[in-house]
């Protein structure tokens, strides 16, 4: 099928940058994040290929992207990546539908925590087990051999500060962060690995952040300055700008949205 073209942004003078015509699936599309993802990938002329465990907000981000860029195809899809086979069935299917898969962008979040390290409940390193680490290997997995066929595939882990400086109350969601990136590590070691005489095709990479920001947290707290905290809209250009360099560059790296910890 033909893939429409977004107009030309200021990275894109001809309107024919690395995203135009490609293919991005994106996990954990329904959130704040998720929606500018898909906002941005559209607007580069990507087809994006959206999924989230909330149909209803699923609904509205691709709504939202399809109206903003009209003719851009954006679509949604319930699946549950806790479940390997139905998260490989996805892939097949996008890949199956549209010819190729060219990136993979990681946006199941959440969290928990607590004010000290001994009343940590052990309950919540199950769901963050679950919710950041197993979509993860689900999707990596899944996904790991289109994106080698691609050419110019990319897999893109949002990770946290905090799973480089663990504090007593997050224990759980720094171990599960940290976890989440050796295993993104692990792939951009295959995708070097799998290298032929071409070079590097597919590359593996991690965007670190503190938090997040959006508008609707800045309305209910104007006063709050977010010191740190990465706008969502500036994580977006950052995911889209993965596909702007080689894959030598990126592969096995993290690229901090925010200062060292």
């Known amino acids: 099928m033909t893939t429409p073209t977004s107009s030309p942004t200021p990275n894109e003078p001809n309107g024919r940058g690395p995203l135009d015509g490609a293919v991005v699936a994106v996990a954990g599309a329904a959130g704040p994040a998720g929606r500018a993802a898909l906002l941005r990938l559209a607007e580069a002329g990507a087809t994006v290929v959206a999924c989230d465990a909330d149909p209803g907000r699923l609904a509205e981000a691709v709504d939202a992207a ?12 319930t699946v549950d990546l806790l479940d390997p086979e139905a998260t490989r069935a996805w ?18 979040g959440g969290w928990r925590g607590g004010k000290t390290f001994a009343d940590a409940p052990l309950a919540h390193w199950d769901t963050l087990h679950n919710l950041l680490i197993k979509t993860v290997q689900h999707t990596s997995l899944a996904f790991h051999d289109a ?16 799973a480089s400086q663990p504090t007593a109350g997050n224990a759980a969601y720094a171990a599960a962060k940290a976890a989440a990136e050796a295993w993104t590590l692990a792939l951009a070691d295959s995708f070097k690995k799998l290298a ?11 965007l670190v952040i503190k938090a997040l920001v959006h508008d609707a947290m800045r309305e209910e ?8 905290f990465t706008d969502v809209r500036e994580l977006a250009e950052a ?17 901090w949205l925010t200062e060292k910890p």
């Open 66 to 77: 399809r109206y903003a860029h009209g003719g851009a195809t954006v679509t949604g899809e």
């Open 147 to 162: 994106l080698q066929r691609s050419g110019n595939g990319r897999y893109v882990l949002i990770s946290a500060a905090g």
């Open 221 to 228: 707290r104007p006063n709050a300055k977010f010191a740190g």
């Open 239 to 255: 995911i889209a700008g993965v596909w702007d360099r080689p894959a030598q560059e990126v592969n096995g790296t993290r690229l």
């Open 91 to 108: 892939a097949d299917r996008t890949e199956k539908e549209f010819g190729r898969i060219d990136g993979l962008v990681h946006l199941v």
């Open 196 to 206: 032929g005489e071409s070079g590097l095709s597919a590359a593996a990479t991690i």
